[in-house]
């Protein structure tokens, strides 16, 4: 494959990842956050559906392998989706885009702790950066988070706001998890059966709480534009974000496309700032740029020393 189509791919997907995590704020403000979730499986494992079959040169599933796939489910999907979908129910766009900068960092931090990758002092830099920019704009105070969408039944105030940006945090500590789980798992499965099959289960493990919000919800007050949008969502989280990623790593190494990360911050903000109407204060603009220095420091290449974990987009 030609080198720019490949950069196209990875430029592509964080992109993607960046938009719908800033656009997932109307989304949370129309509907609750569990029916909203299991819609967004639902819509992703319709989509998915062909890559559930096992390829005929695949061996057959372990109870390791089985066990992987739930944790990775579990952490990287459920989890994730709650944690960040709360989260930006609570914060503003913005916030959530420098929040999830730190992403490259903490993945290169979980490989350091579970698989024992040796780790440069410009990695341990990247994570001091990220604590510092999560820091920066936790104590912000930003206008837009005043007008920040009502959890399900509750008028958020903007006190809440760190409540969101913590919640956020856990989303990148699950995305982390999800990284390194992933790199087992993606030694004996292929990347497309990966991801119907740990769709199939954040569908089952949220389903129970999608039907039990379904069941009270007003479907008719939720405007088509919301619904063409939770549509965009499902598949770019699903979907096409996986497929670009991996459609540029097998020309790009792991190490060089984790710079396309910075994309995901940038296309958030953007989206927050130019779609959702928030603002950028002085004190968010410098954390936003501590933030993308982590992500240019983690993914950056050492001499000498093993490569972070590939870094893989949130669902």
Not at 46 to 75: I, V
Request: charged share 10%.
């Amino acid at each position: 494959m030609n080198r720019i189509v490949a950069y196209t791919c990875l430029g592509l997907s964080m992109s993607l990842v960046g938009s719908y995590v800033a656009l997932s704020k109307p989304l949370v403000a129309a509907l609750p956050v569990f029916l909203l979730a299991w819609l967004r499986f639902g819509i992703g494992g319709a989509a998915m559906l062909r890559w559930l079959k096992k390829p005929a040169g695949e061996a057959p599933m372990s109870r390791q392998t089985a066990r992987l796939l739930f944790l990775e489910s579990f952490l990287g999907n459920f989890l994730f989706s709650l944690c960040m979908l709360f989260g930006v129910s609570m914060t503003s766009a913005v916030a959530a885009g420098v929040i999830m900068a730190s992403i490259p960092a903490a993945v290169a931090l979980m490989s350091w702790l579970f698989l024992r990758e040796r780790i440069s002092l410009r990695v341990w830099g990247a994570v001091a950066c990220a604590v510092v920019g999560i820091a920066l704009v936790s104590l912000a105070k930003n206008p837009s988070a005043g007008h920040a969408a009502a959890a399900p039944q509750t008028e958020l105030a903007p006190s809440y706001a760190w409540l969101g940006n913590l919640l956020l945090v856990g989303a990148v500590l699950c995305e982390a998890f999800y990284a390194v789980i992933g790199k087992k798992l993606t030694g004996v499965l292929s990347p497309k059966r990966i991801s119907a099959l740990i769709n199939l289960w954040g569908f089952a493990l949220v389903t129970p709480l999608g039907l039990w919000a379904a069941w009270r919800f007003d479907f008719s007050g939720v405007a088509p534009s919301l619904w063409l949008l939770l549509v965009f969502y499902s598949l770019a989280a699903s979907v096409w974000t996986v497929w670009l990623w991996m459609t540029g790593l097998k020309t790009i190494p792991a190490n060089e496309a984790g710079v396309f990360a910075v994309l995901l911050p940038i296309s958030a903000a953007a989206v927050g700032v130019m779609v959702l109407g928030e603002t950028l204060n002085p004190t968010q603009i410098g954390a936003f740029g501590i933030a993308l220095a982590g992500v240019v420091l983690a993914t950056l290449p050492g001499r000498g020393l093993e490569k972070p974990a590939p870094v893989e987009p949130p669902r």
